[in-house]
């Protein structure tokens, strides 16, 4: 339950313990964004508003996948939740989003906006190497047209421990799918060292994701639930 | 900033839970210090909402509300030094010695003296600490099914306690206690203080019991932020955080 050596849900897979949140660290170089050596820290604020994910499609790529894939890493490794990137023949935008119910990793999605509506498979092939190096799990590219799933509200541990939907194993669960939820509402406990600590929505909405198991390790930042305004 | 706790005590005769009584205080804003105090529970509880007896004055039954000025993940460092607290009033106040099991409770004679359930609460100053700590003073009440595990005061030092005594010492050691958390590499020194008065830190064989699964190993000390590491066999370390951890036989043995 709390032996957190089994969690296997973080993407990074080398956090641990208190869970150190490294810092990112930029490294200066001449050429720009995508020169920058990738360091894989990761840092997750408490509560970031998500943008909606998107299937992989292909898109028109002026930048090769080496760099795509970079791109990816340097916004994994600094904690970013969007950005932008323009020349005279591509725009990239890579925004975070929330992470699959399944994996519990986070996903980042990236919009290729082409002057042409032609699509390539660069962008998917690049998304494949970069989920393989772990960087980010999912990266899609699509058009920018394209936005079927609604902005989720991540609520995320605020700290290691171990994850209960409700206060005693008997009770019934603070929150399920479909529960309304407003700022003060109680919907889970993360229990560390017999600390109890109780999990606000600190938000209004639908709880539309839960994404933890009764009794399950949890990291720091790692999303619990995903709630619809 | 150095961090000064005043402890200001609050007397019940009977309280359904003297935690669920400093939540509220909480929740409206008292200063933290503010202490809880009742001659008996009706509905007092442990970790999980297990039950803890609370029969009249049988038990000091002790709450207090904190505001740690910490990282939240050194908030459960908390809980470590509210026992080391209540293990240093034991010996002040009663001449008990006590061992300390991961993570919080209070043994004595290898059977449970005191237990502490910590919980936190969003209040309108912040997020605050209910430290709730629940001490036997005499076994006279206690219930069949936990004579066996369960021990008190009297029963191990031959006489009755005086409950004003502890209580006196209890609120200065965990003023103590907690000022020492927020000094100066202070979490640090409260890992190595647990380490050092517990015997469940090092190299005791226990065993683990988590929601769905069980597991054996030796102890191999406390992470940084409180949490037992248990060497399950070739090398392989298990980081606890929550569950129960109950004792084998001592390696060597």
């Known amino acids: 339950m709390s032996a957190n050596d089994q969690n ?22 001449g050429a720009g964004a995508s020169e920058r050596a990738p360091r894989h820290g990761r840092r997750r604020r408490g509560r970031t508003e998500q943008k909606p994910q998107q299937a992989p499609r292909r898109a028109e790529s002026a930048l090769n996948m080496d760099e795509l ?29 929330p992470a699959p119910a399944a994996s519990g990793a986070q996903a980042v999605s990236a919009q290729a906006l082409t002057p042409h509506d032609a699509v390539q498979s660069a962008a998917s092939a690049a998304a494949t190497s970069a989920g393989a190096e772990g960087a980010a799990r999912a ?84 999303p619990l639930f995903g709630v619809k305004k | 900033m150095s961090t000064r706790l005043t402890p200001t005590i609050l007397r ?55 505001r740690p000025r910490l990282d939240a993940r050194a908030w459960p460092l908390v809980t470590l030094a509210a026992a080391l607290a209540a293990s240093d009033a034991l010996r002040e106040a009663c001449a008990l010695e006590t061992d300390i099991k991961w993570p919080n409770d209070l043994l004595s004679g290898g059977r449970k003296l005191c237990g502490i359930l910590a919980e936190t609460f969003e209040t309108v100053r912040g997020r605050a600490v209910v430290v709730g700590i629940g001490i036997n003073l005499n076994n006279r009440a206690f219930p069949p099914e936990i004579l066996s595990t369960a021990t008190s005061v009297e029963e191990r030092t031959g006489r009755a306690p005086e409950g004003e005594c502890l209580l006196a010492s209890l609120t200065r050691a965990l003023a103590r206690r907690y000022e020492a958390l927020h000094a100066e590499g202070g979490e640090a020194a409260t890992v190595r203080e647990w380490e050092s008065r517990s015997s469940f830190a090092r190299n005791r064989r226990v065993r683990v019991a988590l929601a769905d699964e069980t597991f054996e190993g030796a102890t191999r000390g406390l992470e940084p932020d409180g949490a037992l590491r248990v060497e399950t066999g070739a090398g392989r370390i298990r980081v606890v955080r929550a569950g129960d951890v109950m004792a084998l036989r001592r390696v060597g043995e």
């Open chain 1, 69 to 97: 894939r970079e791109l990816t890493e340097l916004f994994t490794a600094h904690g970013l939740t969007d950005f932008e990137f323009e020349n005279a023949d591509i725009r990239v935008r890579l925004s975070r989003n």
């Open chain 2, 12 to 66: 019940f005769d009977s309280l359904p839970s003297t935690n669920t009584e400093a939540a509220r205080q909480a929740v409206l804003g008292v200063p933290e210090g503010l202490c809880v105090i009742a001659r008996e529970q009706t509905a007092g509880r442990g970790r999980q909402q297990r039950a803890w007896v609370s029969p009249k004055d049988a038990g000091l039954y002790f709450s207090i509300v904190l």
């Open chain 1, 8 to 29: 296997q849900s973080q993407p990074h897979g080398g956090e641990r313990g208190t869970g150190a949140a490294a810092a990112p660290q930029a490294e200066a170089s």
């Open chain 1, 139 to 222: 990266v899609g590219a699509t058009t920018a047209a394209e936005s079927t799933e609604e902005e989720l509200h991540i609520i995320t541990s605020p700290i290691v421990g171990t994850f209960y939907r409700s206060p005693a194993p008997t009770a019934d669960a603070f929150v399920k799918v479909g529960s309304r939820v407003e700022h003060d509402t109680v919907v889970c406990i993360i229990e560390a060292m017999k600390l109890m600590n109780e999990v606000l929505a600190e938000t209004t909405g639908t709880v539309a994701k839960v994404y933890v198991e009764n009794g399950q390790p949890v990291e720091y930042g790692q």
